[in-house]
């Protein structure tokens, strides 16, 4: 490739709304356009590393007996109403009717296509087990789009469904398929990735793994015990939180408190610790509205999803305090009006003695609280989020917390899909049964952009060889000189036999064409100028830096296929 | 690949709503399924097929500088908006609103998205020509779908979009483009396929190719003449007519005809040849709903097409005369009531005398009409279809008509879309101009249907080897037999390092191995059975029965090589 010829512009400028390293790179390197938010056309660059990724991905499914197949992106809403999701899923769903005033959904994720194919298909036990994929554009009607491809509407994804006929076989093949995902994190260059347990929201089952790409700019927190290896999401993260020093239970008294309405505040204003308080957090119900308060120890945070488990029900930060009766900054546990609302006391609280918490009542806490003795908890659930002062709950030491994106998830569905959309084969026995089931997805532009996350410097992406758009970018720094030209053409039609190669054939400076080179990213760089061709040289540097050399002409194509390898 | 594990079930009995052979084949050899109405599933095989074609597809992309890029199946309104279509094209564009009420469509071709992203990347003459093109999937809300793969609504499909300074460089790269097209039907395996002009259609601009793969369940009739090479799509196909032998002038009598009402009937009852009646054909604008009345002579039909690009709006045939004041059956060109109608005249009728016409009157026909004589006509158009009676237009030869499946189209845009949505680039004079495009489109499904239309024996597809899902099937008819499920296992096992393999490892029968065979189509069959394997050999069949030998298991890998080679 002439880069002359290389459709994309690329600039130094850095984009207003771009903060993470991937997306600015990803502009400014020419790979992606945004068409609408969170929908971009790729660029050739972008396109090939796209397709490196996916040859991996296709690659490392066809070596655990993957078929690889194609299910529409156009759906029948009737196959979501067999599943029960086309109720169930929120509106990241999109639907819409056809022509014929058919109901159809943009598919966001294919378990019910993959049901519908294997069904008619695998109708006897000697079929089993077996697992179908598809690399294949998906649309999810994502709210908050945003990080150029981290988090977009319309994806290529590579997802994976796998049918068994014992959980124990779906475990089994499980494990292949983690390793799989293993290796394809690998081969395409990410350095630091985490697996770790996850909650199996919208997917249902019981068990499920996310792969973590550690990045500070993920939106995800991931607890880790670097004792014992334990990892999951801070989502479904479980631990053993500091413990109080019970104080001595004092009477319930009532103090004014004008205008202290967080916990900081209140702590300083009575001079208590915040874990010697109760925080109020109130969410709302999707389904009916109605208020969820949660009590929690005062120096830690509520988990919403961790509550969502509780409540069976999606919530919401409830914001709006007008329709309700709840003192706003002042809600307590102690004689709550808890009619119409729904009350949850994390297990943080449990056995503590002479709290501080809201009185109910407008500008006024209450002190003395004792939780055994004061309130009537019937039942305390975990809905904190994990923080660095917890401590492992399998071997009681120290948890960190970092931050990731993730970058693939692995479910064990059971029998949800096969049982609600009635897939069932004939036993050795036969007997029908109901086979279970595992799905398997990697995001292909969330993979790329994280690749460039955890392989990048100042100055644009550093690829690994193994998903580098091009591997060797010829940089002829005297482009108007002949002989200077002829050295760099004759480079780039000896290496493009055996390598992706892109030359710098324009008339710039050495700066602009560097700058240039820095944003494809190329791993090797051969840079042809007059001052070296004296010596019948070229200078070969690496995009990491870790190589800088002068080489021979004659000698460049076996220092360049060394560097490579 | 072991047929045992391979997800798809083949059946004998031929579906029942699938006419086309293709359309039977892939059905009966499990290769696609149905999800909805045009819309399905690709299993292993055929996804196998697809991607081979894509490669083919990609490399000669490649070859005429195509820069692979891949553009949002969902796109934003505006841009539809911004190039005139989202309300010129009817309701095969899919429209729907997202979540935030913003219109959308599904991309059913992506000029303006090719345009959107270029517009912003190309704005220096030094950037021209390029070409961008991608594979990717599409929906077209099409009315009939029907055929299998032939006429979907959701499809994978090659797109190449290519932009220009100048009118001439259009027409040079066009041409290169239409041999790259030939040069992929040709290793696709494809025999017979001609290049026609064709209707520019909704696309727009001048100048358009179709390729037409041969075939008599094609839709399309194609025009051609065998001794200049003339060929075109009857849409736009012209031709010299075949000439009436001029009568003597009569006098207008109007006769009696109960209840004759078209003209096969009106010729028997008065004797008269239909070419030496006039027909009349009525089709309503969709705009107004008002009728359109098209004269043509009575022995030719009306081209729907050509009519349209007379009334330049869209119709459709008039069924209903309930709302209008015609007399169906007995509609003429004299005194015809012409308030709120169209009328057109086919060139055929230019200079006729002596005619048999309606009398716009129930139950009455008149004779004795001469155009010139009796007509006021200001223009005759060409609205009839070509017959195979006409004769060449460029030089005078008979004509035929075969029909055929478009496979491939070709435009040249102009500035169309590039005009209409502002793209413009400085040229060497600094000044602003406007680019010219061209777009050239592949659908792979389409294709691939195609090759089994155009290869195929009674019992299945004969894959060519450029496309086979697998090169080489094994059959092991003595599975039960240790030994030469050995013998198989091993043959297996060495080829598979060169070749795509599939083994037949069921305890089966030979015949029931050997339909099975048929339908998955590899070009060559190796068979072990304990019959051969007493002298030491296979035998070795090609699926399109060139070739049936006894080979030693020594020389098979040898031999599959030639084979295949």
Known sequence: MLISQLLGERYKEKPADAFLDSHVFLLRGGYIRQVASGIFSLLYPAKKISKKIEDIIREEMDRIEGQEVLFPVVLPAELWQESGRYDSVGSELLKFKDRANHDFVLGMTHEEAAVHLARSEAKSYTKYPFMIYQIQTKF??????????????????????????????????????????????????????????????????????????????????????DHCGYSANMEVAVSTPRKNVLKEQQEIDEVLTPDVKDIETLSKFLNVEPMQTIKATVF????????????????????????????????????????????FGFIGPCQLDAA?????FDRSLEGLTNMVCGA???????????????????????VANVTENDSCSVC?????????????????????????????YLDQNGRLQTPVMGCYGIGVGRLLACIIEDNHDEYGPIWPKSVAPWQIHICILNNNVEEIKQTGFDLYENLSKDFDVILDDRNVSAGFQFSDADLIGAPVRIIVSKRNAKNGEVEIVTRDQSTKEKVKVADVERRVRELLS
Chains 1, 2 share one sequence.
């Open 340 to 344: 119409g609302i729904d009350v949850i």
């Open 284 to 327: 709302a119900r999707k389904d009916n509205n109605k208020p969820v308060v949660v009590f929690i120890r005062g120096d830690l945070e509520v988990n919403e999803n961790k509550v969502t488990k509780v409540t069976r029900t999606e919530i919401y930060p409830l914001t709006d305090y007008t329709e309700t009766d709840l003192n």
């Open 396 to 424: 009681g030491k120290p948890l960190t917390i970092t931050k990731g994106i993730e970058i693939g998830n692995i479910f064990q569905l059971g029998d949800k899909y096969t049982k609600a959309m009635n897939m069932t």
């Open 360 to 382: 109910n009542k407008k500008d006024y806490h209450l002190k003395g609280v004792s939780v055994s003795r004061d309130l009537e908890v019937t039942e305390f659930f975990d």
């Open 140 to 225: 999810r009607d994502e709210p908050r789009a945003r990080g150029g491809l981290i988090r977009v509407r319309e994806f290529t994804m590579k997802d994976a469904y796998s049918f068994h006929t014992s959980q124990a076989d779906l475990e089994s093949y499980y494990q292949r398929a983690l390793k799989a995902y293993e290796r394809i994190y690998e081969r395409v260059g990410l350095k630091n990735v985490k697996v770790i347990k996850s909650d199996t929201g919208m997917m249902g089952g019981q068990t499920a793994h996310e792969f973590m790409c550690v990045s500070e700019g993920g939106e995800d927190s991931i607890v880790l015990c």
